[in-house]
């Protein structure tokens, strides 16, 4: 392992490339630091020392991803979020507009217009998350369970223009990001946008575990860390889990050559989906909270019986009918990503055309049929798995007493875990195209 890591560093394009991505997740980092104008740094301290980190509803997700830059307001509050957000969007959109789904089958022209569509829909989000983002800080309900009478003064000018300049400000920082994760991609070494999402949760492990070792002692963090190790092998076996489904392409004669005649295989992946149906049910669970916070009683007044029951049932997390529903919205959503990513009539077609087709199963019809049904079937454990590390935190939550952001279980281990896998496997890669080994045996 370490010979293999001195050849990396003893090749000098890969060296240069490591040393690129390695200078942008610094510059990144560094951003995340940088608070925004008119924003008071010292309130803002203050507040996060007050409530230990802790962010409010759908805010916790967006803390997380953005390596803790949400709460301290900063140039890169919202991190790659929107990014995130309108690459789901423009994917769900080739469903609905087949203006977009002809320009995803024209090949690098039409995917490349639809990467400019979704940059134009990160600033769009950009601008209507920092509004938010501002509003929610304005009104001191940014920090949950704050206590310190600083946390409704964390911005000190709310005169029009400098709201306009901090949405900007956080808006180019997104556009920045986007542009960051570009170039990574384009001059460095593995996917830059996954690159700066791993960055942001990664930053947010040490502080995790410190609060579960200083609330709990060094006995919990060690089982905390073992429970830990056990749940990164899980997620390591699982996303590696794959069924291969076998294809056989018959020869074919074009002039004097002989094409076809090949075996291979269709991989289906046990999880599909990855962690986009995690992001959809946090979402969705979190309106329930958002509007019955809007919904709030005048002071001397009793809340409405629904509201109560939405405060006491689906806000914090650590009740058991937010959990079923948690469990049962992701699993739903698995099945709907999954179905509308992978089309078995178009593989299907594809196989027919290439004179492709599946031992034991005619072309055409039965070939559609016979993949949506291991489709349906390997999906089910995917999903359920999706939904047992997405409930991780919120046990640790119930039991432990961290916070929603353990770093050990839902979307975060997911990412960390898959991002690594593949960064790993790309600089595989790059050394055997030099004749050496490889970091993977």
């Not at 983002?133 to 709310?158: H, K, M, W, Y």
């Not at 289906?268 to 962690?275: F, L, R, Y």
């Not at 990412?415 to 970091?439: C, F, M, N, P, S």
Request: hydrophobic share 50%.
């Amino acid at each position: 392992m370490f010979n293999a890591i001195g050849r990396i560093f003893r090749t000098p394009d890969l060296r240069r490339k490591i040393g690129f991505t390695l200078g942008i997740v610094a510059l990144f980092r560094l951003g995340s630091f940088i608070p925004a104008p008119f924003v008071d740094f010292g309130n803002v301290q203050a507040c996060l020392a007050s409530t230990s980190g802790d962010a409010s509803g759908l805010y916790e997700l967006v803390n997380v991803f953005s390596g803790g830059a949400l709460l301290q307001l900063s140039i890169f509050a919202l991190g790659i979020m929107p990014y995130i957000t309108a690459s789901i969007i423009v994917q769900l959109l080739r469903v609905v507009i087949p203006h977009f789904e002809t320009l995803y089958k024209e090949g690098q022209a039409g995917q490349s217009r639809l990467t400019q569509y979704t940059r134009y829909l990160t600033i769009a989000l950009g601008v209507l998350q920092s509004t938010t983002l501002i509003t929610v800080a304005r009104s001191g309900a940014l920090f949950s369970g704050a206590s310190a009478p600083e946390c409704s003064q964390l911005i000190t000018n709310d005169a029009w223009y400098a709201i306009l300049l901090m949405v900007v400000t956080m808006t180019a920082g997104t556009g920045l990001i986007m542009w960051l994760g570009e170039l990574v991609t384009e001059r460095g070494i593995g996917n830059g946008m996954s690159l700066l999402i791993f960055t942001s949760i990664a930053a947010s492990f040490p502080t995790s575990l410190a609060a579960i070792a200083t609330a709990r002692g060094w006995d919990t963090f060690a089982i905390v860390l073992l429970v830990g190790l056990v749940i990164v092998v899980a997620v390591v076996f699982v996303e590696q889990s794959q069924r291969r489904i076998p294809v056989q392409y018959a020869k074919r004669m074009v002039g004097r050559r002989t094409y076809g005649g090949n075996n291979t295989y269709i991989p289906i992946k046990v999880n599909m989906a990855g962690v986009v149906p995690v992001i959809f049910a946090s979402s969705l669970l979190y309106l329930p909270a958002l509007i019955a916070q809007f919904n709030q009683p005048a002071p001397g007044q009793e809340p409405q019986a629904w509201v109560v029951w939405i405060q006491n049932y689906l806000t914090k997390g650590d009740h058991p009918l937010y959990m079923l529903l948690y469990l049962v919205l992701i699993v739903g959503f698995t099945y709907f990503y999954v179905a509308i990513t992978f089309n078995p009539d178009e593989v299907a077609e594809n196989m027919k055309k290439y004179g492709g087709f599946i031992p034991g199963i005619r072309a055409g019809r039965p070939t559609a049929e016979y993949l949506d049904y291991v489709l349906t079937r390997i999906t089910l454990p995917g999903a359920l798995y999706l939904g047992l590390i997405a409930l991780i935190p919120l046990i640790a939550f119930a039991l432990v007493g961290a916070n929603q952001n353990f770093p050990f279980g839902g979307a975060s281990i997911l990412i960390i875990v898959g991002v690594g896998l593949e960064t790993v496997k790309q600089i595989d890669a790059q050394l055997q195209q030099r004749h050496y080994e490889g970091l993977l045996r």
